[in-house]
């Protein structure tokens, strides 16, 4: 069973606009921890962020900025004000025992 | 700059070749792994190491043989590869093993192995 959806295949967006990126988790355990990873064509997968389940304040960094929702177990991930630079796959992941990451979303930005 | 590097970033080997990918690791780290992520599938855990220990195969076939001498270096000898095994293979490490506490796994460049 798939422990972590990103139902978002590919989007493709124009330089400046906002965009959110869906992550929706499966888990039994009640301590969990939550990741985004970037990367970029060059291969590297770039560690953005890790929350544990017992902290569902969102978080902003920048332009990047995550929502925890433990109710909808979601952990959805919004760029404002896109760059080409962010044109990369977005890998969300979970960790209650190992980690299991997405598919990926492929976020195309567009000059 | 990453505190995991991986040689060679491309590589090109024949069906027959003997060829190994190289990961050092500049973070302090206990845990190395080794990933495999193939076009339109999800990342795939291979290899685990821990304290230069071997904690986990995930049912990988033998013409993929790692090695870890140390918690800094890990290496994936290859031999004998076939054209699906051509994929991006990410080595990546973390302080404790990844599902002790979350810790979080940090990723080198990958190496790009291609098998004609």
């Known amino acids: 069973a798939q422990k972590v959806t990103q139902a978002q295949t590919e989007i493709s967006v124009v330089e400046k606009e906002d965009v959110t990126l869906d992550c929706v988790y499966e888990?039994?355990?009640?301590?969990?921890?939550l990741f985004w990873y970037k990367q970029p064509p060059s291969g590297e997968l770039v560690f953005l962020i890790r929350r544990n389940s017992f902290d569902e304040q969102n978080e902003i960094s920048g332009r990047y900025s995550w929502n925890f929702q433990k109710s909808t177990s979601s952990f959805n991930f919004t760029i404002t004000a896109s760059q080409v630079v962010d044109s990369a796959v977005y890998f969300c992941?979970?960790?209650?025992?190992?980690?299991?990451f997405g598919s990926g979303t492929k976020l195309n930005v567009k000059p | 700059e990453t505190g995991v590097t991986q040689t060679p970033r491309h590589l090109v080997m024949g069906m027959t070749n003997k060829k190994s990918l190289k990961c050092e690791q500049h973070l302090g780290h206990n845990a190395m792994y080794w990933y495999k992520q193939s076009a339109k599938k999800p990342l795939e855990l291979m290899f685990v190491y821990n304290f230069k220990e071997q904690t986990e195969n995930n049912s990988v076939p033998s013409r993929f043989s790692p090695e870890c001498p140390n918690s800094s270096h890990l290496f994936l000898h290859l031999h004998t590869l076939q054209p699906e095994d051509s994929a991006l293979y990410l080595c990546a490490s973390s302080q404790g093993l990844e599902g002790a506490n979350g810790n979080t796994i940090y990723f080198g460049e990958g190496s790009w192995l291609t098998v004609v």
């Open positions: 992941a979970i960790c209650f025992n190992k980690f299991y």
């Open positions: 888990t039994r355990d009640t301590t969990y921890y």
